[in-house]
């Protein structure tokens, strides 16, 4: 499903979250941040910068932001607690 297109996928069953992503190359607004909540997509990742509005609203909605990711690093702007290191 595209993040402008309506959302039309029922709720999933009830247990543990499904381990989704939304993965950017584009800043992450507070619009993306508000669909994410929406659809129940707790991580977003972006090669650039978030705006501010977004690192608040992730901040206070409890989703997890990345930017500046690359192969070997990012910054995590809300919630690194989440990320797990790779034990390779």
Same mark, same amino acid.
């Given at each position: 499903?595209? %993040?402008?297109? @309506?959302?039309?996928?029922?709720? !999933? @069953?009830?247990?543990p979250p499904p381990r989704r992503a939304i993965v950017t &190359? !584009? ?9 994410? =909540?929406?659809?129940?997509?707790? %991580?977003? $990742?972006?090669? &650039? ?10 901040? =206070?909605? +409890? %989703?997890? %932001? $990345? +930017?500046?990711?690359r192969r070997d690093r990012f910054v995590a702007y809300a919630?690194?607690? =989440?990320?797990? @290191?790779?034990? =390779?």
């Open positions: 499903m595209a %993040l402008g297109e @309506p959302d039309a996928e029922p709720p !999933g @069953p009830p247990g &190359t !584009g800043r992450v607004s507070s619009e993306m941040i508000q669909k994410a =909540r929406r659809i129940g997509v707790p %991580l977003v $990742v972006s090669r &650039t910068s978030p705006t501010a509005r977004s690192i608040d609203l992730a901040e =206070r909605w +409890g %989703l997890t %932001l $990345v +930017g500046y990711a919630h690194p607690e =989440r990320i797990v @290191p790779d034990p =390779r």
